[in-house]
Every structure is written in C-alpha cells, then in structure tokens.
C-alpha cells in the first residue's frame, strides 16, 4: 500500500505552476482542449482569457514543454506584459502600437540572433551583433578580438550594424529561419483602469495582431483577465477583430477530478510508488481519479445538511473553480491532518482552514477588481453579518436599505450611481454571488456567471427563477448568518 506523506509540502506541487520544477511540473500537468488549440500552428493568435489562479502560466508553459518536444523545435520567446513595455507615458494609441512592436520585433531579433551559431549573411550578422550588443548572447572569439585591436600602433575600426528597423530584416529571416512563438504572461499585471492603462493593453494586441500579418511566420501565444478585456474592449474598436482568437479557459468538475488525481499520481511518481499503485489502480480514468483522491482524501466527506459529498466536490466549489486555490487549500488542511496525526485529510481539516483561506480570497478578489469597482472593499465589507442566501427581493432591499446608503461604488460600465440590480450583477460577474435553483427532490443547482450572463440583467424575468447565495468561501470571514432552515 502507498505510503502518503501528509507533512510533505510537496505533495500536491507548487501553488504557482510557473514557479514550479520542470520535471515536477511534467509529472502533474493536466492535457486539456486549450493546449490543443494553443499547439495548432495554423493559429498565428491565440489568446486564453482566465483570472488569477485559474491556471493561465501554466497553460503558456505546457505548450511550450510541448514545442520543445517537437522534431522541428521552433525558437520559443517566453516574456511578460511588463518585461518588453515600451516607456511612454501617454494615452496615444498610435505610439504605443509604435513602441509595442518595435519592442516585441527587437527582442526576437535578439533572440534568434543568440541561436545563430556562425553568421555569414549580412542578415545574420546584424541579428547576431545585435543579441550581442544587448547582452543575449557572449561575444564571439573574433569579436571579442576585434574589440580589442584598436589602438595606436594597430589602427583597426570595428563598424557594427545598427538595426534601427528590425522588420525587413526579420520578416526576410523568417521565411527560412525556424518558426518563432512568442508566449507572453501578465500583460495586464498590476492593472488600473486609467486611460494610460487601457491604452496600453489594447495597443499591444493591435500590435500584435499587425505583427503577425507583416510576418506570418510568427506565433503568438498570451493570457489575460477577462475584467480588464471586458474595460478595454467597450472602449477600443479594434479589439473587436482580436475577438476571434480569445478563448475561455474553465474548469469542470471533471477537470478537478483530474487535476487532483494527477496531483497525487506525481508525488506517486516521484517518490517512487506509481508502479505499485498502478498495477492495482483501475483501468478506467474516472475511477481512477477517485481512487487516487481517496488514497488523500476521506471519501464521502459531509457537506450541507445531512448530506455527503465527494471530496473533489468540496474542494470545487471552495476553491471558485481555480487550480492554484485549490492547491493552496489542499496543501493547508493536509497540514492539519499531519498535525493531528490523521492518515487522510477529512473535512475538519478542510473547514479548520476556511476563515483565513477565505480572508485571503477577500484580499485577492479586491486586488483583482478593484480596477472594475474601486469601492469594492467597502462593498464587500458591508455585507458582514447578513444572511448567506437571498431571495431576489431580498437581495435589492438588502443593497439598497443596507448597503447602497453607506457604500457609493461606481462601476466601469455603468454611468453615474449604479442600481441595485446593476451592483448585484457585479457581484455575480465577480464570483461573490452565485445563483441557486432548488429543484424537486430536495436537490439543488448552482449556476456561475460565466454559464448565464445574462441573470440581472434584463429588464424582465430578472433572476429566471433562482435565488442567490454568497459563495461559501466568503462565508466565514463575513460572519455570515446560516439560513439552512429557510430551504
């Protein structure tokens, strides 16, 4: 039987997939349709659209573990938004498009000039010259010569090429060069809803989107919040043609299920027990992801009134659908059951953590909106106390008698002093409302914003028939009051 260390902090992998070791992270990574899509070549753009934790990093470097696997490995750029940002400190679009392709077009000459082993062409040369120039790559031996002849006895002059216009040259190289992917993270890291911002983000997809039709040879792989692509998008015309390569990444239950699993097959693996585990483990893949669950996890756990749950299901929906939160709860309640010396984690264990997990979650979600609601703190911070499930009605009166008179938000989107209906649709869209539907028999459905956008919105059948419950990860450090009777 395989012997899980519940103590072992490497357990479930690191929080942040870009932080973690290579060959871990090649041991837990899970395959979904996004790195399908993000390896198809015949995608000059794509771009995943996911908020923090939701496993954005950990797309772009899966795709790139991939390429380097390929036969024919393409030269692979990885940077940031904020690595390769033109300095300009003014909301011209028009500059910033300047800056961002230039900027962009400059670091590929400097990277494809490092991989160029002996340069003959005049092409070659200046790629090489100018990755040396800026530190990309060691001086050659006859460069290094050459920089140190000139003197008085020995009259040498070294004439370098300045490539002022990189993309001539790099549009010339490219079509025999190998294919470059550039993968860029963070583009909209530390973003505030300022004219300076906006503009800089929607700039750099116009860039992009320019680049790769001057050069279609390249590849451009990159992630950004959906909030900050919902601010630039109303105000920004263009993007309206980058719509097409953004797509969204989601986790389902299934996806948990097989995230969790493969979280625990790695430490199996690297702690030497998989083949023992896997001659015994079942052959069919959702069976086996519960399995390996329940190796770490008591299963059933109980959840609600009078009723049970798997642990993956638990973990679902305390987590908000987001991996690095699920990892990250998960590496603190087996902290707790290694304490109390448990074999498996239970749900004490999970529940023993909920109050600070939850302030975290607080603490996250105002840093992740706040450039949508600058209020938002306030806002969040007025419920403290109040019921964790309303009606609809209840839900207006609460924000308009209890919360709107204290708290003036204001919204981006909305003009002037937002309603109630218009703040609680915030709410909905940013995860701290969640809508409920009970059905006959007792059960129930929950529904996330991002599956029916369109509950408090309309003017009629504003809520379709479900009622709102604010999602269970707030409830603890809200002092939330349980309503568990009233259903």
């Excluded at 692979?76 to 498009?97: F, K, L, M, N």
């Excluded at 006859?142 to 002059?157: F, G, I, M, N």
């Excluded at 300045?162 to 549009?171: H, K, T, Y």
Aim: proline fraction near 5%.
């Amino acid at each position: 039987m395989a012997k899980i260390d519940l103590s072992d902090d490497s357990l479930f992998g690191n929080e942040a997939a870009e932080d973690e070791l290579e060959n871990i992270f090649a041991t837990y990574a899970v395959e979904r349709q996004e790195v399908r899509n993000f390896l198809d070549a015949d995608r000059t753009i794509a771009t995943t659209r996911a908020y923090k934790g939701e496993g954005k990093s950990a797309l772009l470097r899966l795709v790139g573990l991939q390429l380097r696997n390929q036969t024919l490995q393409p030269l692979i750029i990885s940077t940031t938004g904020a690595a390769v940002a033109p300095e300009i400190d003014v909301a011209d679009s028009d500059r910033w498009v300047r800056g961002w392709k230039a900027s962009l077009l400059r670091l590929a000459a400097r990277e494809i000039g490092a991989t160029i082993s002996v340069a003959f062409t005049d092409d070659a040369i200046s790629l090489v010259e100018e990755a040396e120039a800026n530190g990309f790559r060691s001086r050659s031996f006859v460069s290094s010569v050459v920089d140190r002849l000139k003197s008085s006895a020995v009259p040498v002059e070294r004439s370098r090429t300045v490539v002022v216009n990189p993309e001539p040259l790099l549009r010339r190289w490219s079509q025999h060069g190998a294919p470059v992917w550039f993968f860029v993270d963070d583009i909209d890291q530390n973003f505030e809803n300022t004219p300076i911002y906006r503009v800089r983000i929607a700039a750099f997809f116009v860039a992009v989107r320019q680049i790769v039709n001057q050069i279609p040879e390249f590849r451009f792989r990159l992630a950004i919040r959906p909030n900050v692509w919902a601010i630039i998008k109303r105000e920004f015309e263009a993007l309206s043609h980058v719509e097409q390569y953004v797509d969204d990444l989601q986790w389902s239950l299934n996806d948990f299920y097989q995230l969790l699993a493969k979280r625990i097959e790695g430490y199996l693996r690297r702690t030497n027990q998989w083949d023992d585990v896997q001659r015994t483990a079942s052959k069919d893949v959702a069976v086996r992801n519960k399995q390996l669950i329940g190796m770490v996890f008591d299963d059933p756990m109980p959840w609600g009134k009078e009723r049970d749950r798997p642990p993956a299901v638990i973990l679902y929906t305390l987590s908000r659908h987001r991996p690095r939160w699920l990892i990250e709860l998960s590496k603190h309640a087996a902290a707790s059951a290694a304490g109390a010396k448990r074999l498996r984690i239970n749900f004490d264990d999970i529940n023993n953590e909920l109050d600070s997990f939850g302030r975290r979650r607080i603490e996250d979600t105002v840093a992740e909106f706040k450039s949508q609601c600058p209020e938002i703190e306030e806002l969040l911070a007025a419920f403290v106390g109040q019921p964790e499930w309303f009606s609809t009605a209840d839900l207006m009166s609460t924000l308009s008698n209890r919360i709107l008179q204290g708290v003036h938000p204001r919204i981006a989107g909305v003009l002037g002093v937002p309603s109630a209906k218009e703040v609680a649709h915030f709410l909905f869209q940013i995860g701290f409302l969640t809508a409920r539907k009970d059905l006959p028999g007792g059960d129930y459905q929950h529904i996330a914003f991002s599956e029916n956008p369109s509950l408090l919105r309309t003017r009629t059948n504003v809520d379709q028939g479900y009622s709102w419950e604010i999602h269970p990860v707030f409830r603890q450090p809200l002092k939330l009051k349980n309503v568990d009777e009233r259903r």
